[in-house]
């Protein structure tokens, strides 16, 4: 299946204002689904005007309480751990007898890559169900965004399971945040039928698809510097897709009720800070 092609193509039609056609395919959704409207910002169906607007939906003010505690690192979405732990000898868990590369994963850099060595990853699923903006997990300063060109696979667990290498095939967007605890990288990974990854500070930024790595360097003081709190939302999907958290060696530990299956909710305990 051409999968960027077919992708695009269900993004043009999500991005489409089709009136009562739209407000149709979001109640089939939605019913497919089990979406609870209640928590929603606007209930309503017939509110969205695409169904980019309804998948990206705002959620009711204090629907998703924020731990603001200093020394708790939050999950940043909802959705369902995939894998986590260790970074071991570069390495990332993707599934029963399959690891990935951490320098794959975010673009081939060893500079990038050393100061996560040794240091802990989460993986987190976001279903066709959940909410799909995402937030920060700890208050941070962008310093770089890396893009990185790749397939469209399905990223849910089956997927998972029998395609080796899979997030560092796909084409992901990474970006590097200057933190208490050192850098950390989310990585918005794409996925089959993805129609776009966005961060708030640079729009969409994909589609569209590129062949070549290319990386933004960002100023960490001054008043251009782009500086989020924790809670804050530094990026959305149009369709599901996955983020992976990274961080440091002895920079924080992840509590102990955190597994892979865990539902996650933004804004919920993930981790503590080390002191």
């Known amino acids: 299946m051409p999968k960027h092609f077919v992708s695009r193509m269900v993004g043009k039609l999500a991005a489409a204002k089709a009136g009562a056609l739209t407000t149709i395919l979001i109640k089939l959704f939605i019913k497919q689904y089990k979406i609870d409207m209640n928590e929603a910002q606007y209930s309503d169906p017939a509110h969205y005007k695409t169904f980019n607007e309804f998948f990206t939906r705002p959620l009711k003010e204090g629907v998703r309480p924020l731990t603001t505690e200093d020394d708790i690192i939050t999950h940043p979405v909802d959705g369902a751990i995939s894998q986590l732990g260790p970074i071991v000898e570069g390495q990332l868990i993707q599934a029963k007898n399959h690891n990935y590369s951490l320098q794959a994963l975010l673009g081939g850099s060893e500079q990038d890559t050393a100061p996560f060595l040794g240091g802990d990853f989460a993986t987190i699923y976001l279903a066709p169900k959940d909410y799909h903006r995402i937030h920060m997990p700890i208050d941070g300063t962008l310093s770089k965004m890396i893009y990185v060109p790749g397939d469209l696979f399905s990223v849910n667990p089956l997927t998972a399971q029998n395609v080796p290498n899979l997030f ?40 569209p698809a590129g062949k070549d790595v290319f990386s933004w360097n960002y100023k960490t003081s001054g008043e251009n510097a782009i500086t989020l709190k924790k809670g804050e939302e530094m990026g959305r999907f149009k369709l599901g897709s996955t983020v992976i958290l990274a961080w440091g060696a002895n920079k924080a530990d992840i509590f102990d009720n955190q597994k892979p299956g865990t539902v996650t909710r933004m804004g919920t305990p993930f981790a503590k800070i080390d002191d």
């Open 168 to 207: 560092a095939r796909n084409e992901r967007v990474v970006a590097i945040f200057e933190t208490e605890i050192g850098p950390l990288a989310m990585v918005l990974v794409g996925a089959t039928i993805v129609a776009s990854i966005e961060t708030i500070w640079a729009g969409t930024v994909t589609p």
